[in-house]
């Protein structure tokens, strides 16, 4: 069948696919013809694209015709580069020509190549059509949910640190806890050193901030001091200062409390917007409870996948494994790259290399292709599906919580992906909804376990 397809390359790609046929587990073989016209289109591109770096004896740079190259290179000088212009768009209108998931491509063998076009065999790997044995009435546990006397406790201090105040203090000397407002220079055999001085310097007595023994000399003295601090650097320190005698000339500018709220019905209000302690202490729990109902649910899910990913029956192409590494590997160097860093910086602060970051990654990448895989057999097997209005809402989503309008995000995120995220989010739903989940049965204390082995 003869195919018209636009490349963004060369224009109009006429492409014939001659035949396409399953020669392995998951392999199958095209053979692809590209039409003269739009082959000779690839080759003036491809010699566009030279022309400005060829030079020939007795011609300036850039002014050399394609036949003159030809000429001087050899007719099929620009065949390679003019081939692999148009390969992609050839290949991915035959896989979808064929009906075929491509999941990658095994190899190409060119038959034929020169003024007639190309014919060509392309090995392609397919998404495997995957069996799943069991996927209803799978089995989980959950925690059971109850927010301590103690995690409420906690909270609570939590709160009264965020709602603390600093207080000056002027009537006694340093104390252990402390927070000092110092100048401090410090001098090894009477010579200053670099990066051992600071003005209204905020230390916290007993933070454990500067080498040791230098903040308890702080403590005992009083505001407007001026006094020396004697100390001996690390062993494992810079080698200009290791295990060397030093002196710091010291200045007390300030000394500070933290001091804590007292937990009352003003501090509800002020802290959290309670009317009371009570309802205060209420809230907190309540909110202990939904963080670990949430936690609890994601942990079910989790348990549920991987026992998907256990009832995956199919021969898995090493392709799909690369791709989810590959994937991986993108999403982390993005993310990095927000910080100022890239993948390379990454491995290189992890010790590791690219080989084996792959290696390490492989089993988790399996898994994660199986439940990829499970998930949409599920919905397949179910005929579970997603309305052209449901498409839409969720493109408005995104477009109101990234700030951009909706035909900027489907130009992003393509309708088929999302429809496919979506159709892997009603599995998951699917999976949960007819799962088995039973709560965890809490562990006995010893006294209890005694008692009852003596009854």
Not at 144 to 160: F, H, Y
Not at 225 to 241: G, Q, R
Not at 267 to 283: M, N, P, R
Not at 410 to 434: Q, S, Y
């Amino acid at each position: 069948m003869q195919v018209d397809v636009w490349s963004p390359q060369i224009g109009v790609l006429e492409m014939s696919l001659k035949s396409s046929n399953n020669v392995e587990t998951n392999v199958y073989a095209l053979e692809i013809e590209i039409d003269a016209a739009t082959f000779e289109a690839a080759q003036n591109k491809a010699f566009n694209k030279q022309k400005g770096k060829i030079q020939l004896p007795g011609f300036r740079k850039g002014k050399v015709t394609r036949k003159m190259a030809e000429n001087f290179f050899g007719k099929g000088w620009l065949y390679e580069e003019a081939l692999d212009l148009c390969f992609g768009e050839a290949v991915e209108d035959a896989v979808k020509e064929a009906g075929l998931d491509m999941v990658g491509t095994k190899s190409a063998d060119v038959k034929e190549i020169g003024e007639n076009g190309v014919t060509m065999t392309v090995e392609i790997f397919v998404k495997p059509d995957v069996e799943i044995t069991e996927y209803k009435e799978l089995k989980a546990t959950k925690k059971k949910v109850e927010a301590t006397d103690e995690e409420v406790a906690q909270r609570i201090e939590e709160l009264k640190e965020r709602n603390a105040r600093l207080v000056s203090i002027e009537d006694r000397a340093v104390a252990t806890g402390d927070i000092t407002v110092i100048d401090f220079e410090g001098f090894v055999d009477g010579v200053a050193f670099d990066g051992g001085k600071g003005e209204n310097y905020e230390l916290t007595i007993g933070s454990g901030q500067f080498i040791p023994g230098f903040e308890e000399q702080i403590i005992g003295h009083t505001l407007g001091e001026e006094f020396d601090v004697n100390v001996k650097f690390p062993t494992e320190y810079t080698p200009e200062l290791a295990d060397k005698d030093a002196v710091f000339k010291i200045k007390l500018h300030e000394i500070k409390v933290k001091e804590l709220p007292e937990v009352d019905d003003d501090f509800a209000q002020e802290a959290a917007d309670c009317d009371t302690v009570a309802d205060l202490k209420k809230q907190i729990k309540e909110e202990i409870k939904n963080h670990k109902e949430h936690e609890n649910e994601k942990e079910i899910e989790m348990q549920l996948l991987d026992k998907l990913a256990e009832n995956v029956k199919g021969e898995i192409p090493e392709v799909m494994v690369d791709n989810e590494i590959n994937g991986q590997i993108r999403d982390i160097d993005y993310r990095l790259s927000m910080q100022g860093m890239n993948f390379e910086t990454y491995l290189q602060y992890m010790g590791m290399t690219i080989e084996m970051y792959k290696e390490n990654a492989k089993e988790s990448a399996l898994k994660n292709v199986k439940i990829r895989l499970a998930l949409e057999k599920i919905a397949a097997l179910e005929a579970l599906d997603v309305t052209e209005e449901e498409i839409e809402a969720e493109y408005a989503k995104f477009a109101e919580q990234y700030g951009m309008e909706v035909d900027k995000i489907k130009e992003v995120v393509p309708v088929d992906g999302l429809k496919a995220d979506m159709l892997k989010e009603r599995a998951i739903t699917f999976v949960k909804e007819n799962a088995k989940v039973t709560t965890a049965r809490k562990p006995r204390a010893k006294k209890e376990e005694a008692a009852a082995d003596a009854e």
